[in-house]
């Protein structure tokens, strides 16, 4: 009897250690949904486009990037999932948060800009004058053209995309710096004038529109002026839309960022090529330094998220 327990309690052992090896080969925890060779490639929506230039044989799950985010935060991620297209500023957003992460690699990128409807151009020129346009614009929101000075129906309107897609954090971010006086602020900047303004700003766009500088090409009357990539604002631009300066400078850059334990990514430069034929500058590398101080990008989106309620 001793000897047929000793023979079971061997078998056992053997099995643990099959368990414990087959966990350690699908790239540890056990997670079945890692290293099964079919690639899976979480992509912002507002980068769709680009990530629809990936081979065939690769999964693309088109999120938005505040989703990814707060999966990615929760540990509720996809098991599945190799790989994030996105921009650099949700990595910067999520900071520690960001551990089930490998390193990045950089796509492309493009400065933040301004677009405005030409025949308004010279007017919010006028207004602006030598002020940073975002911070001119945010406290010139929402009142009427008149009350400013211009003579010009209607109201200041907007397009700011929504601050939960890739491009558009960096946007905000850029809002924020023409708003603050560059990009060394603290979120204890974030005062009651900053936060009305604000509001004021996003109120036309709200958090659903991704494209506004296409909105306000497409739909005359809808905005006056429009946030966006430069690269965005290059691919559209025609006689009706002029280019106003931004400063100080905030750059969106795309990376795309493998999933700790998940298979290989495969060549991603026809991504790239998709971004450059759209205007942006082609990068490589995975060096993402921070736009922002350590903690104030998602204490920045916090305060979006509350302009909008």
Same mark, same amino acid.
């Given at each position: 009897? &001793? &000897? =047929?327990? $000793?023979?079971?309690?061997?078998v $056992?052992?053997?099995?643990? @250690?099959?368990?414990? &090896?087959?966990?350690?080969?699908?790239?540890?925890?056990?997670? %079945?949904?890692?290293?099964?060779?079919?690639?899976?490639?979480?992509?912002?929506? !507002?980068?769709?486009?680009?990530?629809?230039?990936?081979? %065939? #044989? *690769?999964?693309?799950?088109?999120?938005?990037?505040? !989703?990814?985010?707060?999966?990615?935060?929760?540990? +509720?991620?996809?098991?599945?999932?190799?790989?994030w297209v996105?921009?650099?500023a /949700?990595? #910067?957003?999520?900071?520690?948060?960001a551990? @089930?992460?490998?390193e990045?690699?950089? =796509?492309?990128? +493009?400065?933040?800009?301004?677009?405005?409807?030409?025949?308004?151009?010279? #007017?919010i020129?006028?207004l602006?004058?030598?002020?940073?346009?975002?911070?001119?614009? @945010?406290?010139?929101?929402?009142?009427? /053209?008149?009350?400013?000075?211009?003579? =010009?129906?209607g109201r200041?309107? *907007?397009?700011?995309?929504?601050?939960?897609?890739?491009?558009?954090l960096?946007?905000?971010?850029?809002?924020?710096?023409?708003s603050?006086?560059?990009?060394?602020f603290? +979120?204890?900047?974030?005062? @009651?004038?900053?936060?009305?303004?604000?509001?004021? =700003?996003?109120?036309? +766009?709200?958090?659903?529109?991704?494209?506004?500088?296409?909105?306000?090409?497409?739909?005359?009357?809808?905005?006056?002026?429009?946030?966006?990539?430069?690269?965005?604002?290059?691919?559209?631009?025609?006689? $009706?839309?002029?280019?106003?300066?931004?400063?100080?400078? *905030?750059?969106?850059?795309?990376?795309?960022?493998?999933? &700790?334990?998940?298979?290989?990514?495969?060549?991603?430069?026809? *991504?790239?090529?998709?971004l450059?034929?759209e205007?942006?500058?082609? $990068?490589?590398?995975?060096d993402?330094? %921070?736009?922002?101080?350590?903690?104030v990008?998602?204490?920045?989106?916090?305060? /979006?998220?509350?302009?909008?309620?």
């Amino acid at each position: 009897m &001793r &000897r =047929l327990l $000793a023979v079971f309690g061997a078998v $056992a052992m053997i099995a643990a @250690a099959v368990v414990i &090896r087959r966990g350690l080969d699908d790239g540890g925890g056990g997670n %079945p949904g890692k290293a099964d060779d079919k690639i899976v490639i979480v992509c912002a929506a !507002d980068l769709e486009a680009y990530c629809r230039a990936l081979p %065939p #044989e *690769v999964e693309v799950r088109t999120v938005a990037a505040a !989703d990814t985010a707060e999966a990615l935060r929760s540990g +509720s991620l996809d098991g599945d999932v190799d790989g994030w297209v996105t921009s650099s500023a /949700w990595l #910067e957003l999520l900071g520690a948060d960001a551990d @089930a992460l490998g390193e990045p690699e950089r =796509l492309a990128t +493009s400065p933040i800009g301004v677009a405005a409807v030409a025949d308004r151009a010279d #007017e919010i020129r006028g207004l602006c004058g030598r002020r940073p346009v975002w911070g001119c614009l @945010a406290e010139s929101a929402g009142a009427t /053209w008149a009350a400013v000075g211009q003579d =010009l129906p209607g109201r200041v309107e *907007v397009g700011v995309p929504s601050a939960d897609s890739a491009s558009g954090l960096a946007v905000l971010a850029s809002v924020a710096a023409g708003s603050l006086g560059g990009v060394g602020f603290a +979120s204890n900047d974030f005062d @009651a004038e900053f936060r009305a303004n604000l509001a004021a =700003l996003v109120a036309p +766009s709200g958090a659903t529109d991704r494209d506004p500088v296409r909105t306000m090409v497409t739909q005359r009357g809808r905005y006056s002026a429009a946030g966006a990539p430069g690269a965005r604002i290059a691919d559209l631009r025609n006689d $009706a839309v002029a280019l106003l300066e931004t400063a100080p400078e *905030v750059v969106a850059t795309i990376v795309v960022v493998p999933v &700790r334990g998940g298979d290989a990514l495969p060549g991603t430069d026809a *991504v790239r090529k998709a971004l450059v034929a759209e205007r942006w500058t082609a $990068a490589s590398g995975s060096d993402t330094p %921070p736009t922002l101080k350590d903690g104030v990008m998602s204490a920045l989106h916090e305060v /979006w998220l509350e302009a909008l309620r």
